[in-house]
């Protein structure tokens, strides 16, 4: 990252602790780094962990810090903002995590002028694996930016989007990873009905799920081509495959992410 900006956290839930562990990690100065959480107990020990400071007022910190990331529910980050809106300033980078409230509603809260950030992480930044979206308002510049992706990137990948496409995000990557989940657990299931342990089933099924990942990502080819690569004519893969094609998997999916996708447009709304 280049220049040190003091970032404070206002929140210390499992994202907040996610974001902290990656930033520290990646060598921030922890002297630069400030959080604050509602119970304070959470905050010290998190301090003693981490070697950063535990602040004890929302006021402090907003004074305090030059970057604010809010990791609060949905429910009540308007209130956050309406209660600090006297001591934000218009050169911070405010960040909000929380799905559903969009810049818009964030800037009525503030101000069109305050540099405003909505950001969409998901569960597996809890291991460094995170996949994050990050959108922005007019007044935000290049420099600031980068330093967000910079912040998103320490752990996982953070992609810039318009806010347009915030649904689908949530779709494809803050909900998908319960739609993983449940596609590891049938592996399993199914492995387990031929006699494997469920221990080892699991074992299995996950690190064939993260490898084959791991070959979309680092190959760049498309998904067809490396399934083509496993599929035999006539072999156990394509027997499976046409299985899995026969009994929905592909429309089932398809139609998971449209329904989240509308979830959360109707979510966003009320």
Excluded: C, W
Excluded at 140 to 166: C, D, H, R
Aim: cysteine-free; hydrophobic content about 45%.
């Amino acid at each position: 990252m280049s220049a040190v900006r003091k970032i404070g956290f206002y929140g210390m839930g499992n994202m907040g602790q996610a974001m902290l562990k990656g930033l520290v990690k990646a060598g921030y100065p922890v002297d630069d780094l400030l959080i604050y959480n509602r119970h304070g107990a959470v905050a010290e020990k998190l301090a003693a962990e981490y070697g950063v400071t535990a602040i004890q007022t929302p006021e402090e910190l907003a004074k305090a810090s030059q970057v604010i990331l809010f990791a609060v529910k949905p429910a009540i980050l308007p209130g956050i903002l309406q209660a600090l809106a006297p001591v934000l300033t218009k050169e911070q980078s405010l960040i909000s995590v929380a799905a559903g409230i969009s810049l818009g509603q964030m800037a009525d809260l503030l101000s069109q002028e305050h540099k405003l950030f909505r950001v969409m992480p998901n569960t597996p930044a809890l291991v460094g694996e995170g996949m994050s979206a990050v959108a922005h308002n007019e007044p935000v510049t290049v420099e600031e930016v980068q330093e967000v992706l910079g912040i998103f990137n320490s752990f996982g990948k953070a992609e810039l989007v318009e806010e347009k496409l915030i649904d689908a995000v949530v779709a494809v990557a803050g909900s998908a990873p319960a739609y993983v989940y449940l596609f590891i657990e049938a592996l399993a299931d199914g492995a387990v009905s031929e006699g494997m342990s469920r221990e080892m089933a699991y074992e299995f099924a996950a690190q064939t799920v993260l490898g084959s990942a791991q070959m979309v990502l680092k190959t760049k080819a498309h998904p067809g081509v490396l399934k083509d690569q496993v599929t035999s004519p006539g072999g156990t893969t394509i027997a499976a495959v046409k299985e899995l094609e026969d009994r929905g998997l592909r429309s089932a999916v398809i139609n998971a992410v449209k329904v989240a996708a509308q979830k959360n447009r109707e979510m966003s709304q009320q």
